[in-house]
């Protein structure tokens, strides 16, 4: 397996990088195709973050924790990853060797998402940003017509932002993917639609699936 790590926020430690190894190559016994696993290690808000990925074929595994202790949140981010792979284990193993050949691959290889988590000031930053006193409201300024609307608003501090492919996968494929990556949601090609879809996690335990139609017109003309 290519083992890449990166220390952010503080310095490189040669016993945390070997830990971190260790960690990482006991998947091994779990997968027959163990190809690559990123490790980030960085500092935020006083709070020591893993966030590890894992390469196995056409499949993503990731897992993200935090603690008092670096040490404690590589564990806990490998645990993550354990417990979907004991989940999916001979699910993965069928998959292997069968990978999809998809008649508009080349374009969805081309095609991703950016999942940015961001977050947005207190009433009092806001009012600085603004440059009013603390505690008054502070009114956005109007923006040109020609300016195109931004994905973050512009007050906001992005914490994480992830690019991820969109995959040619079946309903029941993308929720095995976004399980194995400890996502709430996973954005895809649907095969049996041909649509983007998203699959996520409701609060209820249950899975829902958003996906695009033709408007009622557009149907009734295709007799659909």
Request: net charge neutral; charged share 25%.
């Amino acid at each position: 397996m290519q083992f890449n790590i990166t220390f952010r926020q503080f310095g490189a430690s040669d016993s945390l990088k070997e830990y971190a190894r260790e960690k990482v190559e006991r998947v091994n016994r779990l997968l027959d195709r163990a190809g690559e696993a990123h490790v980030v290690l960085y500092l935020e808000r006083h709070l020591h973050h893993a966030d590890i990925t894992i390469h196995s074929g056409a499949w993503v595994l990731r897992g993200r924790e935090k603690s008092d202790d670096m040490y404690a949140s590589i564990d806990l981010a490998m645990d993550k990853i354990e417990r979907q792979l004991r989940r999916y284990r001979d699910k993965l193993k069928t998959h292997h060797g069968r990978e999809r050949v998809h008649h508009r691959q080349d374009l969805m290889n081309q095609l991703k998402v950016r999942h940015a988590v961001f977050e947005l000031p207190d009433a009092e930053e806001l009012a600085a940003i603004a440059g009013e006193a603390p505690g008054l409201a502070a009114v956005p300024e109007p923006k040109p017509a020609a300016a195109a609307p931004s994905p973050v608003p512009p007050s906001a501090r992005v914490v994480r932002a992830t690019h991820l492919a969109i995959k040619p996968l079946s309903v029941d494929e993308a929720v095995m993917q976004m399980n194995l990556m400890n996502n709430d949601f996973y954005v895809f090609h649907n095969v049996e639609s041909d649509a983007l879809c998203i699959v996520y996690r409701r609060k209820d335990g249950q899975y829902g699936l958003i996906e695009p139609h033709p408007p009622a017109t557009a149907a009734a003309a295709t007799g659909t």
